[in-house]
């Protein structure tokens, strides 16, 4: 039997509990796939329909996410990603989340409403970590914004950090490399 590590058994059950017992946000679908096939099947019931598409963080992302990076960045550009054309009208999407375990495991979810935006990073500014691999000058992220709100968990840790209930404001988030965004084949 293959050692394990604390720190990897704790992941392991972080990402056995977030699939058997994940925190309850209103209106949410959510499933754990261990496929591309269930991934895939999830993925069109959610939507509503078996013409999707893909989009995913560029590899300049590093594993851990934007937060991790030790250079300094500014947004260079944003492109909203839309099912509805020229419009900035919010979509229907699911994330699936790359989980750590011993074999492949994605957390997908719908929490929709929610709007989709291409970010563009250029650094101004190189960190202070030593050990920090060099980056890349530029990293192109996908973020997400979640809409409606109302149905959060009052209790997280951004709501209390802001001082804000749920309802009052859209929750965005970079996604990190791993992870995947799907949305109807419409989008642009």
């Given at each position: 039997m293959p050692l394990v590590s604390v720190s990897m058994a704790r992941?392991?059950?972080s990402t056995l509990s977030s699939c058997e017992?994940?925190?309850?946000?209103?209106?949410?679908?959510k499933a754990c796939a261990t496929s591309l096939e269930s991934m895939?099947?999830?993925v069109a019931s959610?939507?509503?329909?078996?013409?999707?598409?893909?989009?995913?963080?560029s590899l300049?992302?590093?594993?851990?996410?934007?937060?991790?990076?030790?250079?300094?960045?500014?947004?260079?550009a944003m492109r909203a990603l839309t099912t509805h054309g020229a419009t900035k009208e919010p979509s229907n999407t699911v994330t699936c989340h790359s989980m750590s375990f011993p074999f492949v495991l994605f957390y997908c979810h719908a929490v929709n409403p929610t709007r989709i935006y291409e970010i563009t990073l250029k650094k101004v500014k190189n960190g202070v970590v030593?050990?920090?691999?060099?980056?890349?000058?530029?990293?192109?992220?996908?973020?997400?914004?979640?809409?409606?709100?109302?149905g959060f968990d009052p209790t997280l840790n951004y709501w209390v950090k802001l001082g804000l209930k749920p309802?009052?404001?859209?929750?965005c988030h970079f996604l990190t490399r791993g992870d995947v965004l799907w949305t109807p084949t419409l989008v642009a």
């Open positions: 992941d392991m059950w017992h994940p925190r309850e946000v209103v209106g949410e679908q895939h099947k999830f959610a939507l509503g329909t078996s013409s999707i598409h893909a989009f995913s963080t300049d992302v590093p594993e851990e996410g934007i937060a991790s990076l030790s250079d300094i960045y500014k947004v260079a030593p050990a920090v691999k060099r980056r890349s000058p530029v990293v192109r992220a996908l973020a997400v914004c979640h809409v409606d709100t109302s309802g009052q404001a859209s929750v």
